[in-house]
């Protein structure tokens, strides 16, 4: 068997010069961040994983060796499997924890089989490191211009991001990219790692043309779990605010089709309000859950927003709030998409906003 030496290549780098990137660690590290785009060909099982090191810390010898069957017997079900009919001209990017052992086997037989299999120098160690560096330095960048959307809660400001996007304007939606809209009743599953969530937002934000400005909500420096990069948090409060604005009734409306599964299976909505009491008194709770009883779902949503959220709601500008004060402002009458689309219309054509 004829082998060829190995490359790597250093960030940065542009993952479209590349066929596949393929991650070659465990399905776990995996799944709590990887490379956009990868694929996972892991050639350790998580247990196999905790099972080498375990044996490395008591002979180095023996864990190499017992690493190296496990990985040459993964090589060999992938080149029987998965990379059976891949065409011979592949150009693959390898990658595993620091671009060693790992990546180093896999790619070493691809490039014997006549693949030109290259590897990441440093692995996801090194793009961790230059994900979080880039993210300083894009949000950093004097020409960048992210636009805020404020409100209170249930004026559609995700509904406005939507409406934007569909226009043409550049978005980040974080509460999708979070899987969680931000609040007491926001879960919609779970949600990715703290890594992931970075990895994802550097990997949008470095899609976009940097003078071209980009809209996002308002957001606490927490979405559910997960917490925005003090740079972007940074920069978010020295950002142009537009504040939009929707009556009560329209709120009301909007919340309960955007809640509806809670209106479904108003046992769980009884048992996620429970640590309002904390908060509102055991009185206002007592209310809630009697109307949750009795289905009285407009006065429920109407107390909620009067009595809670809009208490919580901390106005651009004032001194417990991280926006400066709104630059404009966009008051709709009704929920309707035609009004949303109308005020991302609007929007388009304001080619700038008076500084804060």
């Given at each position: 068997?004829?082998?060829?030496?190995?490359?790597?290549?250093?960030?940065?780098?542009?993952?479209?010069?590349?066929?596949?990137v393929?991650?070659?660690?465990?399905?776990?590290?995996?799944?709590?961040?990887?490379?956009?785009?990868?694929?996972?060909?892991?050639?350790?099982?998580?247990?196999?994983?905790?099972?080498?090191?375990?044996?490395?810390?008591?002979?180095a010898f023996?864990?190499?060796?017992?690493?190296?069957?496990?990985?040459?017997?993964?090589?060999?079900n992938?080149?029987?499997?998965?990379?059976?009919?891949?065409d011979?001209?592949?150009?693959p990017?390898?990658?595993?924890?620091?671009?060693?052992?790992?990546?180093?086997?896999v790619?070493?037989?691809?490039?014997?089989?006549?693949?030109?299999?290259?590897t990441?120098?440093?692995g996801?160690?090194?793009?961790?490191?230059?994900?979080?560096d880039?993210?300083?330095?894009?949000?950093a960048?004097?020409s960048?211009?992210?636009?805020v959307?404020?409100?209170?809660?249930?004026?559609?400001?995700t509904?406005?991001?939507?409406?934007?996007?569909?226009?043409?304007?550049?978005?980040?939606?974080?509460?999708?990219?979070?899987?969680?809209?931000?609040?007491?009743?926001?879960?919609?599953?779970?949600q990715?790692?703290?890594?992931?969530?970075?990895?994802?937002?550097?990997?949008?934000?470095?899609?976009m043309?940097?003078?071209?400005?980009?809209?996002?909500?308002?957001?606490?420096?927490?979405?559910?779990?997960?917490?925005?990069?003090p740079?972007?948090?940074?920069r978010?409060?020295?950002?142009?605010?537009?504040?939009?604005?929707?009556?009560?009734r329209?709120?009301?409306?909007?919340?309960?089709?955007?809640?509806?599964?809670?209106?479904e299976?108003?046992?769980?909505?009884?048992?996620?309000?429970?640590?309002?009491?904390?908060?509102?008194?055991?009185?206002?709770?007592?209310?809630?859950?009697?109307?949750?009883?009795?289905?009285?779902?407009?006065?429920?949503v109407?107390?909620?927003?009067?009595?809670?959220?809009?208490?919580?709601?901390?106005?651009?500008?004032?001194?417990?709030?991280?926006?400066q004060?709104?630059?404009?402002?966009?008051?709709?009458?009704?929920?309707?998409?035609?009004?949303?689309?109308?005020?991302?219309?609007?929007?388009?054509?304001?080619?700038?906003?008076?500084?804060?």
């Amino acid at each position: 068997m004829s082998l060829t030496p190995l490359e790597s290549v250093s960030l940065p780098i542009d993952l479209s010069d590349f066929d596949e990137v393929i991650d070659v660690r465990t399905p776990q590290e995996f799944a709590e961040d990887h490379l956009p785009g990868a694929r996972n060909l892991p050639v350790l099982t998580n247990e196999q994983r905790v099972e080498v090191g375990t044996l490395y810390k008591e002979s180095a010898f023996k864990g190499r060796r017992l690493g190296a069957g496990h990985v040459s017997q993964a090589i060999a079900n992938y080149l029987s499997g998965p990379l059976r009919n891949t065409d011979p001209k592949w150009a693959p990017l390898i990658y595993c924890w620091r671009g060693g052992q790992r990546s180093s086997a896999v790619a070493t037989i691809l490039r014997s089989v006549g693949w030109r299999a290259r590897t990441l120098e440093g692995g996801y160690k090194a793009y961790r490191r230059f994900v979080m560096d880039d993210l300083v330095s894009r949000l950093a960048h004097p020409s960048l211009e992210l636009r805020v959307i404020g409100g209170l809660t249930g004026v559609g400001k995700t509904l406005l991001l939507a409406a934007l996007e569909e226009a043409g304007q550049q978005t980040i939606d974080l509460e999708k990219m979070a899987n969680h809209r931000g609040s007491l009743l926001g879960s919609v599953g779970p949600q990715p790692t703290q890594r992931r969530f970075e990895t994802c937002l550097h990997s949008q934000l470095a899609s976009m043309d940097p003078d071209r400005p980009i809209y996002l909500e308002a957001e606490s420096n927490r979405i559910g779990s997960v917490y925005l990069p003090p740079a972007l948090w940074q920069r978010l409060a020295r950002s142009n605010v537009i504040e939009l604005t929707l009556p009560i009734r329209e709120r009301v409306l909007l919340l309960l089709e955007s809640y509806r599964h809670f209106l479904e299976t108003p046992e769980s909505l009884s048992e996620v309000i429970e640590p309002l009491g904390r908060i509102r008194g055991r009185a206002q709770l007592q209310i809630w859950q009697e109307q949750i009883a009795r289905r009285a779902w407009p006065d429920f949503v109407t107390s909620l927003l009067e009595n809670h959220y809009d208490l919580c709601y901390r106005q651009p500008g004032s001194a417990n709030s991280n926006y400066q004060p709104p630059a404009s402002q966009l008051a709709l009458s009704d929920h309707s998409t035609t009004s949303y689309r109308n005020a991302a219309c609007t929007l388009s054509k304001a080619e700038e906003f008076p500084a804060p």
